[in-house]
């Protein structure tokens, strides 16, 4: 049976995440739905959304037609950069609620640290979370700075802080600052949409563990305890991303990919909301 510590984790108010999750970010409509239904017939459980994405309605039916029990089923999505402000992102979840056909959310994330708004709306968060309306609070794109403003008028703690992490934008910084303060760490754009899938050094490993370059990322994530959620619309792929935790990177070539960083982005720096 498979070291549960691989697959999933025990956020900061133990509550439990998968590892691997499946990110719908860039698909909609019957798209959507058929990706979210192949993932969970794989076996994916987390399932990572955003009212940005504009596509919580069909992640919604794909998750009640699958016939999987919700307690099952960890569904994350994330206040959008335009509902900030306390009672704007207390009707922006509602909204996101009902979209998505649930009584509750697993985890609910601010999107990106916009300058105004941002400390109301954790706030409203963390109401959020003291009425049981979602099950776990957390952010998106904090970087240290960010992290430290949050932890000046914050009551609660982020269980997870998304942000874009892989070798080539290792983020060393904002992870020991997240494992310092008990956030967990969760990658997005983790497989660089495969624009580095060509590296040499990348090359190299997947000959070396007979692996494919997805999983050689994403189980280097999986070995530095952080959480990945990449996107595919194919079968085939969905598979293959599922099956990067049961084989283990050596510590050696964790560290050697450690220094592959050159601060390469997907996404946008969030240094511009400081
Ligand atoms: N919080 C934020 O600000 C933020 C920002 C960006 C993304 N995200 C989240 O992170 C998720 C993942 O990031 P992402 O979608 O930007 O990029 P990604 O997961 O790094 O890469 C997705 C791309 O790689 C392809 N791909 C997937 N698996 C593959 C494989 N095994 N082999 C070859 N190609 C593969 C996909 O194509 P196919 O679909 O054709 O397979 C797609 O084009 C998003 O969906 C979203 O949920 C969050």
């Not at 967990?184 to 754009?189: A, D, G, R, T």
């Not at 590296?199 to 189980?219: E, G, H, T």
Request: glycine content about 4%; charged content about 25%.
């Amino acid at each position: 049976m498979m070291d549960s510590s691989r697959t999933s984790t025990k956020l900061n108010n133990n509550i439990v995440m998968p590892l691997i999750g499946l990110g719908v970010y860039d698909m909609y409509e019957r798209e959507a739905e058929q990706a979210v239904e192949s993932a969970l017939e794989i076996g994916y459980r987390l399932i990572d959304t955003a009212s940005m994405y504009n596509n919580e309605k069909e992640i919604g039916n794909a998750i009640k037609n699958s016939g999987i029990k919700r307690d099952e089923i960890f569904i994350t999505t994330k206040l959008n950069n335009t509902d900030h402000g306390y009672d704007q992102a207390m009707k922006a979840f509602d909204e996101s609620l009902q979209k998505l056909q649930q009584d509750y959310i697993d985890l609910y994330l601010i999107h990106w640290p916009i300058k105004e708004g941002r400390k109301e709306s954790w706030k409203a968060l963390e109401k959020l979370y003291a009425d049981k309306r979602v099950r776990a609070i957390g952010v998106a794109n904090y970087t240290v700075p960010f992290l430290e403003e949050l932890k000046s008028y914050a009551s609660i703690i982020p269980a997870v802080n998304q942000i874009e992490f892989t070798p080539w934008l290792y983020q060393k910084d904002v992870l020991d600052q997240c494992k310092k303060q008990g956030t967990q760490l969760q990658s997005y754009s983790p497989l660089t949409r495969g624009i580095k899938f060509n590296d040499p050094r990348i090359i190299k490993l997947c000959k070396k563990y007979q692996r494919s370059p997805a999983q050689i990322i994403l189980n280097w994530n999986i070995q530095l305890g952080v959480s990945a959620i990449p996107k595919s619309i194919k079968v085939e792929r969905l598979q293959e991303n599922f099956d990067a935790t049961n084989f283990d990177l050596d510590l050696d070539d964790v560290i050697f990919m450690n220094s592959f960083n050159e601060g390469f982005r997907i996404c946008d720096d969030p240094i511009q909301f400081l």
